[in-house]
């Protein structure tokens, strides 16, 4: 865990900003960018970030920031990295719902 912030099932947007060290305003703005990255909030509006959106801040950091990808760049990698998990997934054996679910997920990523 970045800054030695105390591991929980839910952080704030001020929590994340501090421990990405990026502004609130960059989170937002990527929330609107990258589909995959879309914090649900709670009942008081508020977004709750899980460990799994952290992670995925900080790949969209690294990719942006230090691999010097554009946006749109960064985007199709990541889609086409869910892809490839999607598909591995399908190769280790999936329940027929998992599968189906797999599928629209890369159905609707390739129609974009």
């Not at 990541?78 to 997920?105: C, F, H, I, P, T």
Request: proline share 5%; hydrophobic share 35%.
């Amino acid at each position: 865990m970045p800054l030695g912030e105390p591991e929980k099932l839910y952080y704030s947007i001020g929590e994340v900003s501090r421990m990405t060290e990026l502004p609130a305003s960059v989170l937002r703005f990527w929330e609107s960018e990258f589909e995959y990255l879309r914090p649900p909030k709670n009942p008081g509006g508020k977004r709750t970030y899980r460990r799994a959106d952290i992670d995925r801040i900080l790949r969209i950091k690294k990719l942006l920031y230090e691999e010097r990808f554009t946006i749109e760049g960064a985007r199709k990698l990541l889609k086409e990295e869910r892809v490839s998990r999607d598909l591995a997934a399908a190769k280790r054996g999936m329940s027929a719902d998992e599968m189906r679910r797999g599928l629209q997920e890369i159905l609707k990523i390739l129609s974009k």
